[in-house]
């Protein structure tokens, strides 16, 4: 996943907390992508980027925020933790157009809510 | 709306025999349309893709597609699995004229199962 880093890697946090997971980027793509990885639902787009401080939202965007202040970070905010939130979360990034492969995507965080 | 639908949530092969992972597609233009696959705890990996001319597009470790425009398919083929094949694997499309985020969407991913 050479270029695109998501930390931490795995979060165990409680019911009601603030969270944040940070992607960045080494590529200086415009392109930017949360998603979020559960069992029976594949991959669901929670906010996306398109440029510093251009967001929009996605499918299941409730209870989450975002933020991009540089080309090179895209934070992702859970703003009071719920167990429905419990989830493998992924950031990808993207050219202006998929010419090559699409999305390049991180590792991905493993959060757990308690 | 643009959308995918990969209708097997597993399939079962045995080694050396051929494989094939189902994807069909609903774009309103022309499709962009690409293969990941996913180790264990691993991000998604590119596979392979097709945005325009020979309807068979061949990727890595030996994986093919075949863009099928008149059934809307774009099935995920490889002649002969191995047991390191075993993985999540998912299709994923964008409509050409779908300029909103350059946006992917992903069908719900197929498990592959190569028993040895």
């Known amino acids: 996943d050479a270029g695109i880093t998501q930390s931490p890697r795995h979060k165990v946090t409680e019911t009601g907390t603030p969270v944040t997971l940070r992607c960045h980027q080494t590529e200086n793509h415009r392109y930017m992508y949360w998603y979020r990885q559960d069992p029976g639902h594949g991959l669901r787009l929670i906010h996306y980027?398109?440029?510093?401080?251009?967001?929009d939202k996605g499918e299941v965007s409730d209870g989450y925020s975002v933020s991009r202040s540089k080309t090179e970070d895209f934070l992702l905010t859970l703003e009071s933790a719920t167990s429905s939130q419990t989830s493998v979360y992924f950031c990808?990034?993207?050219?202006?157009?998929?010419?090559?492969?699409?999305?390049?995507f991180g590792s991905g965080t493993r959060l757990t809510v308690v | 709306a643009q959308s995918v639908a990969q209708p097997e949530d597993q399939v079962n092969v045995a080694e050396g025999n051929p494989l094939t992972v189902k994807c069909t597609y609903s774009v309103s233009g022309n499709p962009y349309l690409f293969w990941y696959v996913q180790y264990p705890n691993r991000g998604l990996q590119f596979l392979l893709k097709y945005i325009t001319g020979d309807n068979l597009v061949k990727g890595s470790y030996g994986f093919e597609a075949e863009f099928n425009k008149s059934q809307t398919s774009f099935h995920l083929k490889k002649p002969s699995a191995l047991v390191s094949d075993s993985a999540l694997y998912f299709c994923a499309v964008r409509d050409m004229n779908n300029n909103a985020g350059n946006m992917l969407t992903f069908g719900g991913g197929t498990r592959l199962m190569v028993k040895p």
């Open positions: 980027s398109y440029g510093v401080k251009d967001t």
């Open positions: 990808a990034i993207s050219e202006r157009v998929p010419t090559n492969y699409g999305y390049t």
